[in-house]
């Protein structure tokens, strides 16, 4: 079963910074999208960005612009989320995605495949 994993959560201060990776060990087949989502406690889990390993390009809700970037290293198909300027707010689990069909969209939980455990990161005021 294809697995994603999730590293670097943890619990911050406000304004301070933390940068997630995801990686599928193991996999043998390519993504051509892979995302990060985040769910707080109560609601729904959302869309934070994603990475298209085709075309290299990288999309960051804009809500989340300025503050969290996306990065990825296709060799390793590693997929990276750097989060800056963290708020009390952007505490949640942190997932990543990874969406197998080339068409279609990459922004919505149904639009995925796979899926990790999570990282909770925590950032207290």
């Known amino acids: 079963q294809v697995q994603l994993v999730e590293s670097g959560g943890g619990l911050v201060q406000a304004g301070g910074s933390l940068r997630l990776s995801c990686a599928a060990p193991?996999?043998?087949?390519?993504?051509?999208?892979m995302g990060w989502f985040r769910q707080a406690p109560g609601k729904e889990r959302e869309f934070v960005g994603s990475?298209?390993?085709?075309?290299?390009?990288?999309y960051v809700t804009e809500s989340l612009k300025g503050r969290f970037t996306i990065s990825g290293d296709s060799a390793k198909i590693t997929m990276y989320l750097q989060m800056n300027s963290l708020k009390p707010e952007d505490t949640a689990v942190y997932y990543c995605?990874?969406?197998?069909?080339?068409?279609?969209?990459?922004?919505?939980?149904?639009?995925?495949?796979?899926w990790g455990q999570g990282t909770q990161v925590t950032v207290s005021s």
């Open positions: 995605a990874g969406k197998r069909s080339p068409f279609g969209q990459a922004v919505s939980v149904s639009d995925y495949d796979d």
């Open positions: 990475i298209s390993w085709s075309s290299g390009r990288t």
């Open positions: 193991g996999r043998t087949f390519s993504y051509y999208h």
